[in-house]
């Protein structure tokens, strides 16, 4: 969660967390149209107050009086519909900036502009060395015919496959264990929706930041999103609700299929 406030009172270190982040968001912009959009939701706010005092009002007026009261209630309508018409133009840019801006990282956190850089803070074990060229999983798979390149690309694209034989059994073996291993430490398995509504995708922030990497379905029907990750259902589980009393955090372990466009075609 972002404080504006913090945004606004020091917006140098919105700033140099977008610069660490590598994050390109014009902070100046969005905090000149913070501003006008503060002044704009005042003035209406001003505005719908006098309306709701003349609305009052007028009933116990003379006629004379009650119609310069009706057209100056007309003035305050006109102005109060401009206001709404300038305030809807700016929202659309200010929200496209305001979704996408970041959690302050923490003091501790490492930052380097490649990974070459980064410190590497212990290492255990030793690589295991081959004495012949090791093959890439997708190899072993093909000639095992295990992953099928094949046919996937025929019936999905570029960005499915086929598993099959041995590394089938392997695939729910490993899940299994995962799910067998933290549900004994308190955690309780949970096999969450891949569909969900736009909203609990901006929740978990993946809208608008990763927009151009998320599947749509049925856009002018469902109008749905396929997950990244089971985090964006799991996360939502409890969406929308006050838990009281909590002595205990809530754990969940949840497993589902993830739909992500990687960038660039080398990542498909």
Known sequence: MIDLKQVRQNPDAMKDNLAK?????????????????????QKLDNLRN????VSKLIPTLAPVEKQAKIIEMKALWDDIKSLEEE?????????AILYRLPNFLDPTAAVWETDEENLVEYTFSEPTKFDFPVKAHY???EAKWWIDTEKWSEISGARFWYLKWDIVFLQFAVLNYALSTMSKKGFMPILPPVLVREQAMFWTGFLPAWEDGTYRVNENEDDLYLVWTAEVPVTSYHSNEIIENLDTPIKYVGYSACFRKEAGSAWK
């Not at 982040?21 to 939701?41: G, H, P, S, V, Y």
């Not at 006098?50 to 005092?53: C, F, H, R, S, T």
């Not at 305030?87 to 929200?95: D, F, G, I, S, V």
């Open 87 to 95: 305030l809807n133009k700016l929202t659309p840019e200010y929200n």
């Open 139 to 141: 190899e072993i798979g």
């Open 50 to 53: 006098e309306k709701n005092v």
């Open 21 to 41: 982040r590598n994050i390109k968001l014009d902070l100046d912009a969005f905090l000149e149209m913070d501003k006008n959009i503060i002044e704009l939701n």
